[in-house]
């Protein structure tokens, strides 16, 4: 688990600022709701 949050964490960094502004709350409702499944 914590190798996928890593990796994701790597590449969500190398994101272009302008185009994390537009889609980082789809990518956080998308962990949220991939956590709460899990647990």
Do not use: Q
């Not at 949050?5 to 991939?34: H, P, Q």
């Amino acid at each position: 688990m914590s190798f996928i949050l890593g990796e994701f964490m790597l590449r969500f960094k190398s994101i272009d600022l302008k185009y994390l502004r537009n889609y980082n709350v789809e990518y956080f409702n998308l962990w949220y709701l991939f956590k709460n499944s899990k647990s």
